[in-house]
């Protein structure tokens, strides 16, 4: 069974730092970009920050840049998003996703192009 599996997500204060971590099982994602999205109450799913499939491509939105950081360990069919200076903007439900891309994909098909996997989430709550 093909799974995305998220961890790592809490209550924490502002200005604190925390490490999400994704998890697939089941088939890997070695040659698949990896993302993390994110959903606020009320609000519509945004990306956060997106990774290539070897690394060496990222999209980041506005609102993490120089905060967030994604990686990925293709050796251990995993992907993070270390997440510094958090806000209370920043709560949300923090969703993992997979796409396969032919060939390395650009930081903005990164960015706007659909994911197709998606784990279940983890919850972010940055209080004031």
């Known amino acids: 069974q093909v799974q995305l599996v998220e961890s790592g997500g809490g209550l924490v204060q502002a200005g604190d730092s925390l490490r999400l971590s994704c998890a697939a099982s089941?088939?890997?994602?070695?040659?698949?970009?990896m993302g993390w999205f994110r959903q606020a109450p009320g609000k519509e799913r945004e990306v956060v920050a997106t990774?290539?499939?070897?690394?060496?491509?990222?999209y980041y939105a506005d609102s993490v840049k120089g905060r967030f950081t994604i990686s990925r360990d293709n050796a251990k069919n995993m992907a993070y998003l270390q997440m510094n200076s958090l806000r209370p903007e920043d709560t949300a439900v923090y969703y993992c996703?997979?796409?396969?891309?032919?060939?390395?994909?650009?930081?903005?098909?990164?960015?706007?192009?659909?994911?197709?996997?998606w784990g279940q989430g983890t919850q972010v709550t940055v209080s004031s």
């Open positions: 089941g088939w890997r994602v070695s040659r698949y970009a």
């Open positions: 990774i290539s499939w070897d690394g060496d491509t990222t």
């Open positions: 996703a997979a796409r396969f891309f032919s060939g390395v994909p650009t930081a903005q098909a990164l960015g706007v192009t659909p994911f197709d996997y």
